[in-house]
């Protein structure tokens, strides 16, 4: 059986002063661009306002896929929206009308994806399914990259994915994924994957992608 495997590098371990060049890197092998969004509130650390973040969008030769980690996320998620973004990502734990602003997200013509820390139960979302065309189960706390994959997460992803049922929800994973740890993510369920300090720490960032790939789509 053929499975659907999706590859969205983060860029947060990039080079921040070189980003056309490393994005340019991978676009060839990669689905979307992996754009985290910090506020240095929702998460202790900073990444880019929103003027930069729509520049990076409209200048990707990709889809981006953005993940907001920021707070009140309800106007800004239809801010990236409009800006472009393929997919928005918002954490339930920062928005105050998780129903509106998934509505809203699509109708601005994004995909609209809701994101769970890693304490966050996936069980009282399960109503939002049929609002989402992805879902983020994140494997480290959210903040930095480079952090350690959190394995306990795998129930939470095999729980999610039996909660999406035959729907045509992407399961997605993020923080620690590499060589060593995505079949253990598809293996629960993931089918989306983002990795950040696997590809860009990598001698040939693109083959990289392509490994991780190759890796998870075995089965
Ligand atoms: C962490 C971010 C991740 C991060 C992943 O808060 O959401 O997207 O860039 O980086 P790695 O793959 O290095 O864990
Ligand atoms: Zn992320």
Redesign the pocket.
């Known amino acids: 059986m053929s499975f659907e495997v999706r590859i969205t590098p983060?860029i947060?371990?990039a080079d921040f002063d070189h980003l056309d060049a490393e994005i340019a890197k991978i676009a060839q092998v990669s689905d979307f661009i992996?754009l985290?969004i910090?506020d240095n509130i929702f998460?202790p650390n900073l990444t880019f306002d929103f003027q930069r973040a729509a520049e990076i969008i409209k200048n990707c030769p990709i889809p981006v896929d953005a993940?907001l980690?920021v707070a009140d996320v309800d106007q800004v998620a239809i801010d990236y929206a409009e800006a472009g973004a393929a997919s928005v990502t918002i954490h339930v734990e920062a928005t105050t009308d998780i129903h509106k602003t998934l509505t809203e997200i699509r109708r601005h013509g994004a995909r609209a994806s809701l994101a769970l820390k890693p304490a966050t139960a996936i069980e009282s979302y399960g109503e939002y399914l049929d609002l989402v065309d992805m879902v983020l189960i994140?494997t480290?706390e959210?903040?930095?990259?480079?952090?350690k994959f959190m394995e306990d997460m795998m129930p939470k992803v095999r729980a999610t994915k039996n909660l999406i049922g035959d729907r045509p929800i992407w399961l997605q994973v993020?923080?620690?994924?590499?060589l060593s740890t995505i079949d253990i993510a598809r293996e629960a369920g993931a089918d989306t994957f983002?990795?950040?300090?696997?590809v860009f720490k990598a001698d040939d960032p693109a083959a990289m992608v392509q490994e991780l790939r190759s890796q998870a789509a075995i089965r």
Do not use: E, R, T, Y
């Open positions: 983060s947060l371990n992996h985290d910090m998460v993940h980690m994140m480290v959210p903040g930095f990259g480079g952090q993020d923080g620690g994924i590499s983002v990795a950040g300090s696997a």
